[in-house]
C-alpha cells in the first residue's frame, strides 16, 4: 500500500497566487445549468472532472450531492442568499456514521513540482446550525493510500451572507508537494451540510529577499541582515535606533521598490520578485535624555546636569509633606 506523500503547512500571511488552476470544473460550471436548477449525484456518478464518493444510492435521503444553479437568489439554505447566476456544489452528509463514512468528490490532478509550495482555496458556506462543528475535510493523496486528514478548513458560521469575491467566504490551506500526482478529496464530515465553489489549486513562487543597512555595521533591523527565500506577499520590516554610545543612528528611509513607505521605521515590501532593500541610517543630534545621555535620578531639573540648582530646588521643599497622615 502506497504511503502518503504530502506535507502541509498552515500558514498566517496572505501568499502571492500565480499560475493557472490546476483544478478542472473547481467553480462546478460543467454541465451548465441554462436555467435556474438542480441535480443530484450520487456513488461514482462524475461532475465534470471530479467523481462522487457517497454512501447512499438514488433512493436515499442520507447524503447528497447536489450541483445546483441559483433560485433567483433564494438560496438553497435557509436565510442565506446566492446571487443570481452562480452555480455552485451543495453536499450534505445527514447521516450520524462518523467520519471516515463518505459524502465527497475527488479528482486526480497532474503536473505539481515536486518541493514546491502551493495552494488550495475554495468558496464555502455553512448550512446547518448542529452540535458538531462546520468543517471541510481537505485530503491529499495517492490513489491507493490510506485516508488520512491533511486539513480541516473552518466555516465562520452558519446563514451568513455568501461575503466575499462571488460572495463566499475564502478559505486556503498550503503544502509543499512531494509528487507529481495526487488526488484531490473534499468531503463533509458527520451531520454538516456545505455549499462550494471555486476550488482551486495554483502554484505559488518563492522570490529571494535581501536586507541590508547603511552604513553595514548597523545591525538593528528585522528581519536581520541576510538573504532570505520568501512566499509571502507582503513582508513586515522595522528598524531600531542603534546605539554605540554617545553616538545614536536613526533610520533615515529605506532604499529598494514597492516599499509601502519608505520614511517609515515599521513599514512593508512587496515580494512579487528576487528584491533586495537597504536601511539608511544617519547619525543623530546628541539630546538630554536620549538613550546615551539619560537623565539621572537627583536631576531635579532634567538638564542631564546634577548641580547647586538641583540643589535649591531640593531645599525649597525640604520637610515639606504631602503624605495623606500629613493632612
Known amino acids: 500500500m502506497k504511503t502518503l506523500i504530502i506535507s502541509l503547512i498552515v500558514l498566517m500571511f496572505t501568499a502571492v497566487s500565480i499560475g493557472a488552476n490546476m483544478v478542472e470544473n473547481g467553480g462546478f460550471e460543467v454541465p451548465y445549468f441554462e436555467d435556474a436548477g438542480h441535480e443530484r449525484y450520487t456513488d461514482g456518478q462524475t461532475i465534470g472532472a471530479w467523481t462522487v464518493i457517497a454512501s447512499s444510492d438514488n433512493t436515499s435521503i442520507d447524503d447528497q450531492i447536489y450541483l445546483y444553479r441559483d433560485r433567483t437568489g433564494e438560496g438553497f439554505i435557509e ?92 478559505q486556503s490551506v498550503h503544502f509543499i508537494a512531494s509528487d507529481t500526482t495526487l ?58 535606533p542603534f546605539l554605540v554610545c554617545p553616538a545614536i543612528y536613526y533610520l533615515d528611509h529605506w532604499e529598494g521598490n514597492d516599499i509601502l513607505d519608505p520614511n517609515l521605521a515599521d513599514t512593508k515590501v512587496l515580494i512579487d520578485a528576487d528584491k533586495a532593500i537597504t536601511a539608511v541610517f544617519t547619525l543623530g543630534e546628541k539630546e538630554c535624555g536620549d538613550e546615551c ?33 500629613c493632612d
Open 183 to 240: 488526488d484531490l478529496m473534499i468531503a463533509t464530515p458527520i451531520h454538516a451540510q456545505m455549499l462550494i465553489d471555486n476550488v482551486s489549486i495554483v502554484h505559488i513562487p518563492t522570490y529571494d529577499f535581501t536586507i541590508q543597512t547603511e552604513p553595514n555595521f548597523i545591525n538593528t533591523v528585522t528581519p536581520s541582515i541576510g538573504q532570505y527565500s520568501s512566499y509571502e506577499r507582503w513582508i513586515s520590516i522595522s528598524a531600531e
Open 293 to 325: 545621555h539619560l537623565i539621572l535620578e537627583g536631576d531635579v531639573n532634567g538638564d542631564c546636569y546634577i548641580n547647586m540648582e538641583d540643589f535649591v530646588l531640593y531645599i525649597a521643599n525640604w520637610l515639606e509633606c504631602t503624605h495623606p497622615k
Open 79 to 170: 436565510e442565506t442568499y446566492i446571487p443570481e447566476g452562480v452555480q455552485y456544489l451543495s453536499m450534505a452528509k445527514n447521516s450520524w456514521i462518523p467520519w471516515p463514512g463518505l459524502c465527497a468528490i475527488t479528482q486526480t490532478i497532474s503536473g505539481f513540482d515536486i518541493g514546491e509550495l502551493y495552494e488550495i482555496e475554495l468558496a464555502l458556506i455553512s448550512g446547518r446550525d448542529l452540535y458538531y462543528p462546520h468543517k471541510l475535510i481537505i485530503q491529499l493523496h495517492n490513489s491507493d493510500a490510506n485516508v488520512y486528514d491533511l486539513n480541516y478548513v473552518m466555516v465562520a458560521e452558519t446563514k451568513v451572507e455568501w461575503g466575499i469575491l462571488n460572495n463566499m467566504l475564502y
